[in-house]
C-alpha cells in the first residue's frame, strides 16, 4: 500500500473545495433517493463514555468509502460532544485502500452541504439564520460564505463570545442578540447544535420558514408542533424509520400517512417540494454513508490533483 494517501485533519479541510463538495453531495442524494448507492445501516459499538459508529457506503461515479467515527461527550464542553474519526476511501475495482482522512471536516462539511441543498431547493428568499457555536455550525457559516458571500448570514447561540467568532467567519456575518429573535424574522435556519430538548419553538416561525436541522444527535432539537406541521424531507427513509442514533428522533412514531420527501428526489426533479409560499419546510438530517463518499471523493480528487480547486480553500 505504498500508495496509501494519508491526510491529517488540515490537510484534509484543504481539500474540501466547496463547489465541488456541493456537486458530490448532489449526486450523492440523488442516488439514494434513486436506489442507487449501497449503504447498509450504520451500526454502533457503546463505550463507557460513547460509542464508535461504522458507516461503509458504495456511490457510482462516487466510489467506495467507510467511516469509523466515535461520538463521545466532551468534558471541556458540557452538552455537547466529539465526533473523531477516520474515512476509508478504496478503489471501486480492485478493492485497493486509496486515502485514510480525517472524519471531522469530511462529516462537517457534507453535513453543511446537505444542509445548504435543500435550503436552495425548499428555501423561500430572506433572512438566513444558523442556530449554533459548534464545529457544525462553523463549517455551515464557513460554507455559505465560500458559495454566497454576499448575502448576510445571522448567527444564534447561548455563548455571546462564540457567537461573534462564528458570525465573523462570514463577510456579511452578524451576532444576534438571542435566538427567538433571530428566528422570528428567518426565512431559513439551520439547526446546528448538541441539544438534547428542542431549541426553538414553533410560535417562533414564521409562515413558509425552511428549517435545515442537522443537530439533536442525542435528542430531539426541534419539537413536536414543528414536526406535525411542518412538510418533511430526509436524506434517507431511515431517518424515520430507525430508532436514533440511526434515525432521527424528531422523526420516530410520526402518524400513519404521514410521509417523508427523500431530498435527492427533489433535486433530481422526482418529487415536487415547496409547493405554498406559506408552507413550513423541515429537512432533518442524520447523515448518510453516501454523503461521506461524495466528500472523500472530493478530498482525494484534490489532494491528488484530478479536481481543480475553484476558488480556493474557503477556511
Known amino acids: 500500500m505504498n500508495d496509501l494517501l494519508v491526510l491529517d485533519r488540515a490537510a484534509t479541510a484543504a481539500a474540501l473545495d466547496p463547489h465541488h463538495l456541493m456537486a458530490a453531495v448532489a449526486d450523492a442524494l440523488t442516488a439514494v433517493a434513486r436506489g442507487q448507492a449501497s449503504a447498509p445501516p450504520r451500526i454502533a459499538a457503546s463505550a463507557p463514555g460513547g ?15 467507510a467511516k469509523l467515527v466515535s461520538v463521545f461527550a466532551d468534558p471541556a464542553r458540557p452538552g455537547r460532544s466529539t465526533h473523531r474519526g477516520i474515512v476509508a476511501l478504496f478503489d471501486t475495482c480492485d478493492g485497493r485502500p486509496l486515502a485514510v482522512m480525517d472524519a471531522e471536516p469530511v462529516t462537517a462539511w457534507r453535513t453543511a452541504a446537505a444542509a445548504t441543498h435543500s435550503a436552495l431547493a425548499l428555501a423561500r428568499p430572506g433572512p438566513v439564520v444558523v442556530v449554533g457555536t459548534g464545529a457544525q455550525a ?20 447561548r455563548d455571546r463570545t462564540a457567537v461573534h467568532a462564528t458570525a465573523a467567519l462570514h463577510p456579511a456575518g452578524r451576532a444576534a ?16 447544535t448538541g441539544a438534547t430538548r428542542p431549541v426553538l419553538r414553533r410560535d417562533w416561525l414564521a409562515p413558509g420558514t425552511h428549517l435545515s436541522s442537522v443537530g439533536g444527535s442525542h435528542g430531539p432539537e426541534l419539537d413536536a408542533a414543528t414536526i406535525r406541521e411542518a412538510a418533511l424531507f430526509a ?23 404521514r410521509g417523508v420527501t427523500l431530498l435527492g428526489s427533489v433535486l433530481a426533479g422526482d418529487a415536487p417540494g415547496r409547493h405554498s409560499p406559506d408552507l413550513l419546510t423541515v429537512f432533518k438530517s442524520t447523515g448518510h454513508a453516501a454523503l461521506d463518499v461524495a466528500a472523500a471523493h472530493v478530498v482525494h480528487g484534490v489532494a491528488t490533483g484530478r479536481l481543480t480547486v475553484t476558488d480556493g480553500p474557503p477556511h
Open 51 to 65: 460509542l464508535l459508529g461504522a458507516m461503509p457506503g458504495y456511490v457510482p461515479g462516487l466510489g467506495l468509502a
Open 235 to 257: 436524506e434517507w427513509l431511515g431517518a424515520a424509520g430507525t430508532p436514533p442514533p440511526s434515525g432521527a428522533h424528531e422523526l420516530q412514531g410520526l402518524p400513519q400517512g
Open 177 to 192: 442578540d438571542g435566538i427567538e429573535a433571530a428566528v422570528r424574522e428567518a426565512a431559513t435556519v439551520y439547526c446546528c
Open 138 to 157: 462553523r463549517a455551515q457559516v464557513s460554507l455559505l460564505a465560500a458559495l454566497r458571500p454576499a448575502e448576510p448570514v445571522t448567527v444564534a447561540g
